[in-house]
């Protein structure tokens, strides 16, 4: 599929109407289980889109390597902010030990109530599917996050 940044760079995805796997509908089933305070939208279990397809490809895409997702965040105008900052459409990243990014999703709540302002982030889950959850409430190791703003 022909995606491309701001500046028309193009972005590598792949588009994969496959249908998901036995063990993956099981996945899925057992991530329901697990996050019992997240909300497990009514979506499929899919292989069209990821997390970052979800946060940068309006759904119609896997964006599968890293540095993809940090060319879009650079030529696209997304700008750091602070966790203090943040607001409903922002988006967050996860970070792995590794530095490459694991994880992507849109901010869709901000509870400001609490002492550090907690996100409610929507996102998909590998193949699974789309959950609005807490931060740190998901598969995803979130110890190491960063927030981003398009401001143009």
């Known amino acids: 599929m022909n995606l491309h940044t701001r500046q028309q760079s ?15 509908l099981l996945e899925a089933q057992d991530l329901k289980g697990r996050f019992l305070g997240a909300t497990h939208r009514p979506t499929a279990v899919s292989y069209t889109y ?34 203090a900052d943040i607001l409903p459409g922002d988006i967050v990243v996860y970070i792995g030990p590794d530095g490459d990014i694991e994880h992507s999703g849109v901010v869709v709540d901000v509870d400001k109530s609490a002492l550090v302002p907690t996100p409610k982030v929507l996102s998909k889950w590998g193949v699974a599917h789309e959950v609005v959850h807490f931060l740190r409430d998901c598969p995803y190791v979130s110890t190491n996050v960063e927030y981003y703003r398009v401001t143009a």
């Open 10 to 24: 193009q972005i590598d995805n792949i588009h994969d109407t496959d249908a998901p796997m036995p063990g993956e």
């Open 50 to 83: 990821n997390c970052h397809g979800l946060t940068f490809g309006s759904r119609r895409t896997q964006i599968v390597d890293p540095a993809e997702v940090r060319k879009i965040l650079t030529q696209d105008a997304y700008h750091k902010i602070t966790s």
